[in-house]
């Protein structure tokens, strides 16, 4: 098993910058991929970035590219969101999340390796969520 707590979020005017937390326990090692998702009220989770911990390679949802980096710590069980140029639309409930299944997609750098999806079938565990709420 492995618990998931997240951190970090809060509310914020838009163009403004939050970073989120994850501290992940457990059977960690058993995991290969750790992800951010994220629910707004009426709508469907979606992903936003993924992690993978076998090479550090990262993959960023379009709508957050450019904005937003995930990253994770020395220690190897921490991982973070950099949020910035915040706006209203992502407002949300966000995830961590981690699994290990992997496939051959194309990460941030351009280049396709065996790596993480940006989907949610693929995470089997699941933090309780930090809401984030932007205001304009």
């Known amino acids: 098993q492995v618990q998931l707590v997240e951190s970090g979020g809060g509310s914020v005017q838009a163009g403004g910058s939050l970073r989120l937390s994850c501290v992940a326990s457990?059977?960690?090692?058993?995991?290969?991929?750790m992800g951010w998702f994220r629910q707004a009220p009426g709508k469907e989770r979606e992903a936003v970035a993924a992690?993978?911990?076998?090479?550090?390679?990262?993959y960023t949802a379009d709508s957050v590219k450019g904005r937003f980096t995930i990253s994770q710590d020395d220690a190897k069980n921490t991982l973070h969101l950099q949020m910035s140029s915040l706006k209203p639309d992502d407002s949300a409930m966000y995830f961590c999340?981690?699994?290990?299944?992997?496939?051959?997609?194309?990460?941030?750098?351009?280049?396709?390796?065996?790596?993480?999806?940006?989907?949610?079938?693929?995470?089997?565990?699941w933090g309780q969520g930090t809401q984030v709420t932007v205001s304009s």
């Open positions: 992690f993978s911990r076998s090479d550090g390679s990262t």
């Open positions: 999340a981690a699994g290990s299944t992997r496939h051959f997609v194309k990460g941030d750098s351009g280049t396709w390796v065996l790596g993480c999806r940006l989907q949610l079938s693929d995470y089997v565990y």
């Open positions: 457990g059977y960690i090692s058993s995991t290969v991929c």
